[in-house]
């Protein structure tokens, strides 16, 4: 099994700046993807950013160069760094994680989720 822990988020102002942070624990064979998604009410849930092993970087198109996503290998973690933030940047957001077992078998986890409110 493997735990997915959250971290961040909260209120914050217009044009402000929050950091997610999220790590995963338990039996990890191999990492391919650590991201974040976001859902807000009444809308599909959807990419913010992820990064797979190889380095690549993905972001949604509403947060590219706002948003910057880093992950560290050894320690399972991935961080979002979020700033310039809007009022439509309100939502729950999840980290995800896709792995490899010992088996090739492919698994996704997610977080609890993690509420950001961009709110005056």
């Known amino acids: 099994q493997v735990q997915i822990v959250e971290s961040g988020g909260g209120l914050v102002q217009p044009g402000g700046s929050l950091r997610l942070s999220c790590t995963a624990s338990?039996?990890?064979?191999?990492?391919?993807?650590m991201g974040w998604y976001r859902q807000a009410p009444g809308k599909e849930r959807e990419l913010v950013a992820r990064?797979?092993?190889?380095?690549?970087?993905h972001y949604g198109d509403s947060v590219k160069g706002r948003f910057t996503i880093s992950r560290d290998n050894v320690k399972y973690t991935v961080n979002l760094q979020m700033d310039s933030l809007k009022s439509e940047d309100t939502a729950v957001y999840y980290c995800?994680?896709?792995?490899?077992?010992?088996?090739?078998?492919?698994?996704?986890?997610w977080g609890q989720g993690t509420q950001v409110t961009v709110s005056s």
């Open positions: 990064r797979l092993s190889d380095g690549s970087e």
């Open positions: 995800n994680v896709g792995l490899w077992d010992s088996n090739s078998s492919y698994y996704d986890y």
């Open positions: 338990g039996s990890i064979f191999s990492i391919y993807a």
